[in-house]
Structures are given as C-alpha cells and as structure tokens.
C-alpha cells in the first residue's frame, strides 16, 4: 500500500516537520464531501434492509435489548469530552504549520486520555449491569444472563469507540477520506450483515452485541493501520507526559457541553408531546421529522471535510481562502438543499402515504411542511457552526445551546397545548432559526467569516429555481392522478433544477472545480 498523493510528507533533520501538498483544495474537499455523502447513503440503505431483518430474527423483546446496549454505549461515548473534535483542529493546525513533533505529540496523548477514559467508562457498565438488567430496564428472567453479558460487551466497546474517534479525527486531518469512508461503510455493512446472520442462525443477542463490537474493533484496528503510514514514526508508547492535554480539555469542555445539552435540544419536543397530548401523537410528529433529518446528511457529508480544512487555513493565516471557503459553503448547500426541501414541501404527502399509508399522511403533511424551513436553516448553519469550533471559539456554541434550552422549553409550553404536533413543529423551526441567527453572527463578529458580495445575487437565483420548482411539482400535484407517476415527474423536475442551476447558478470557478473532483472520484484509489 502507497501514501495516497494528498499529502506527501517529508522530515528534514534541521525541521521535523510535515510539508502539505494542498491539505484541502477546492476540489479534494468536492471530492471527500461526495465520499462521505456516498457512504451515508450506502449505510442508510444498509439499516433499511438489515435492520428489519434483525427484528423478525431476534424477536422484538431480544432486539430491544440489542438497542439498549447501543443506547448505552452512545451515551457513554460523551465522555471523549470533546478530545476528538479537539485533535482534528490541533492536527490540522499542526500540520499548516508543518510541525511534525507537535502532530505526533497531540495524537499519542489524546489516543492515551481517550483510552483511560474509555476503560472508566466501560468499567463502569460492566459494574453496573447487574442494576441495569434488575432495577433500570426491569429484564425478564429468561433473558438476564443474555441481557448481562450484552451489557457486559457494551462496557468493552466504549474504549474501543473513544479510541476509533481520535483515529478517525486524525486522519480527518490528513483528508483520509477515502480510507475513512471505506472503512466506515465495510465495518458497518459487516457489522449488521454479521448480527442477522448470527441471528439468523439462532444465536442469542448476547453473542450479536458482542459480533457487532468486534466489527468496530477490527474497523478501529484498520483505522491505525492508516494512521501509521500516513503519520511515520509515530510511538505510541513514547509518552513524556501527556503534554498538550490541558490543552486538549479546554478546547473539549465546551464542545461537550454542546453535545449533552444538543440531545435535550433534539428529543424535548418528543418528550413534551407524550406530556401535553398522547403517546401516539410522538408516532404522528417523529415520522415526518426523521424524514426530514434525511436531508441533513448532505450537510454532514459536507462539514466533516471543512473542519479541518477551517482549521488549516486559519493557522496557515490564509484568510483570503478561508473566507472564500465559508462563503463558497454556504453557497453549495443550499444549491444542494433547496429542490429537497421544495419536492418533500409539494410532495412528502405523497411519500409518507406511500410509506405509512394515506389516513397517517393525512395527520402529518403539516408537520413536514413546517419542518421543511427549520431544516433548510439548521443545515445551513452547520457552516457557521463548525466553522466557529475550528477557528477556536467552541465556548459560543455552547453558550447558544445554553441560552436557547431554556427558550425552547418555553416555547414548547406554549405551542404544544394549543397546537399539538404542528405547534411542536413550529416551535423546533422558531428554534433552529434562533440558533442559525446567532451562529452565523458569531461567525462574521468573531472569526471575521461572512457571506460575501455575490452570495445574495446567487442566493436570490437559486432561490427562484426553487420557486419555478416548487410551482413545477404543483402542477404536477393538480395535474397527475397517480402518485407514482407524480413522484417520477417530480424527479425528472429535480434533474431540469439542476441542469438550469449548473448553467445559471454556478460561474466559472465551480464548474472545473466541480469537473475536478469527478475526475478524482472516479479515477483515484481510497486515500
């Protein structure tokens, strides 16, 4: 296996430092942004057929305790505190500045405090699993040993996680998307094939948790395997003190605050509608919002490369670029959002009818339509968000989440009650809106990141593809009695959105930035 062209590193005795051939170019950053896009899809597709499969092979109660392992697990990986977003910045600053030494410093102490962490972590379920399958989930008898050796598995995964997410974010740092992605879609396509087949076979869901763990190790082990070839040198147990942890937890603590108080952000409105109408009402309102958070893994595929890249930039002092990546950003995503957002606006009742039948449509084509603009903006300002992060100021985002928490909670009081779902949808996009308002704010005052000239002009264009779109599928809506064929003319209407934004949307940067990345897609190997 060859280091990939990315980045070609050299160390001169007289420097010790690492020489970036263009860390994150236009195009490299096109082209990672589609890979990660791909994979998501692909592992979307793979729990769509997987996972009912695992159901019907394990049985309800026994897939529920497959869940709470999993549950369990996520929580607990909260206690990263933030070292792994943190290692990405500092990496890639590193890396800017062509400092080898220090790259190689702040990954063998995060992967060090991540590790400690993780075994606390672990240590801690294996300790209390036997109050968790007695007093917390209440296990029938037949199923506690299973459910304790389950628990048992989860408390071995947690180190292994925290460990994967500095691997990952080192060599997020590098612009290893390919070998990421590659590694993150084979693990995970194993990881499930593996459980129904176990399943299938008739083995219990302790020996499934504990296949789908060692998915993640052997994935977690694939990961450092790249990292040794793209970092030379690197001895993990060449440790002078875990010089640069404080470092690492000043960066990180605000970051968690961000990630324990974004899942009460995230599930309070759920919460409040079981409270304030019923429980059938959570069904009503969480279908048509997961929906809608589909969309959000196009924002996600895109900001998983920016982060380092703002990071780069920045410690290279490169502000010219770095702004033009902000702007250009924004720019694509809401090229990319906007004939998502207007298709499910016009015709998600036809897609929640066809899934979930015509009486459940009926109940909730509001609830998506509210959503749609909440979306629209949220993804939005996933930019600003990590923008801020990257550029050393996590303490705003958490003090957003902080100051909004409370607001949210009010607003929900009040709409919930009057309004039911909708009111929980209106009150989630009042909310989002808040939050983009203040991000993008804090980003143009603090990290001098701004929207520039142009953005308006092109907004306003894709904005009016949006409008003739939306009108398009309304006349496809009044005209078209089949809602199969309504939905492949609201397809082919997309592809027209696309085909006027390519020739009147995008300039002459784009399109060979755009043809670029292509060619790098389809002709390079995973690096």
């Known amino acids: 296996m060859t280091i990939p062209p990315e980045i070609e590193l050299t160390e001169p005795a007289e420097a010790n430092s690492v020489r970036p051939k263009q860390l994150a170019s236009p195009a490299l950053l096109a082209r990672n942004a589609t890979l990660n896009l791909v994979t998501e899809v692909w592992i979307f597709l793979v729990l769509i057929v997987a996972m009912p499969k695992l159901v019907t092979f394990l049985g309800e109660t026994s897939f529920g305790l497959f869940s709470l392992a999993w549950v369990v697990i996520g929580y607990l990986t909260f206690l990263d505190i933030g070292v792994s977003r943190a290692v990405t910045k500092f990496v890639s600053e590193h890396l800017a500045e062509q400092n080898l030494a220090s790259t190689r410093q702040v990954v063998r102490t995060a992967l060090v405090a991540n590790l400690a962490l993780g075994l606390a972590g672990g240590l801690a379920i294996v300790l209390v699993s036997p109050y968790l399958v007695h007093s917390v989930f ?128 995230v599930y309070l409105d759920r919460l409040l509608i079981a409270s304030f109408v019923s429980l059938g009402a959570v069904t009503l309102y969480t279908v048509p919002y997961e929906v809608m958070m589909r969309l959000r893994i196009i924002p996600s595929s895109l900001v998983t490369t920016l982060y380092p890249a703002f990071s780069e930039r920045r410690a290279s002092q490169d502000e010219a670029n770095l702004q033009r990546l902000y702007d250009g950003s924004v720019r694509y995503l809401l090229l990319l959002l906007v004939p ?143 809602v199969w064929m309504r939905l492949a003319l609201g397809a082919f209407a997309v592809g027209l959105y696309f085909l006027a934004a390519w020739i009147f949307v995008l300039d002459g940067r784009d399109k060979p930035r755009i043809s670029e990345a292509l060619k790098m897609l389809i002709g390079q190997p995973a690096s």
């Open 340 to 482: 998502g957002i207007v298709f499910l606006f016009v015709l998600g009742n036809d897609l929640l009818g066809l899934w979930m039948g015509t009486a459940f449509a009926s109940q909730t084509s509001v609830v998506l339509q509210i959503l749609a603009a909440g979306v629209l903006v949220n993804c939005l300002a996933n930019v600003p968000y990590y923008a801020i992060q990257a550029l050393g100021r996590p303490d705003l985002t958490g003090k957003f989440h902080l100051l909004e928490l409370p607001l949210y909670i009010g607003l929900c009081a009040l709409t919930i009650p009057r309004w039911g779902i909708a009111g929980a949808a209106l009150a989630n996009t009042m909310r989002v809106s808040l939050d983009a308002g203040l991000l993008f704010w804090a980003a143009r005052r603090y990290c001098h990141c701004s929207l520039g000239e142009g953005w308006a002009r092109t907004a306003a264009r894709i904005l009016m593809l949006g409008v003739l779109l939306g009108l398009a599928l309304l006349g496809v809506r009044s005209a078209i009695a089949s």
């Open 138 to 265: 209440k296990v029938s008898a037949d199923l506690e040993n299973q459910a304790r050796l389950v628990f048992y598995a989860a408390g071995f995964a947690v180190p292994v996680l925290l460990v994967q997410g500095v691997l990952r974010a080192v060599l997020s740092s590098f612009q290893r998307f390919g070998w990421i992605n590659a590694v993150n879609g084979l693990a995970t396509t194993a990881q499930w094939g593996l459980a129904c087949w176990l399943a299938w076979r008739g083995h219990g869901v302790a020996v499934v948790v504990l296949a789908t763990v060692g998915a993640r190790m052997v994935a977690a082990a694939a990961y450092g395997a790249v990292l040794f070839r793209v970092l030379p040198g690197l001895h993990l147990f060449r440790i002078r003190g875990l010089i640069g942890l404080p470092k690492l937890l000043r960066f990180g603590s605000w970051v968690t605050v961000s990630q324990l108080v974004s899942p009460a952000l």
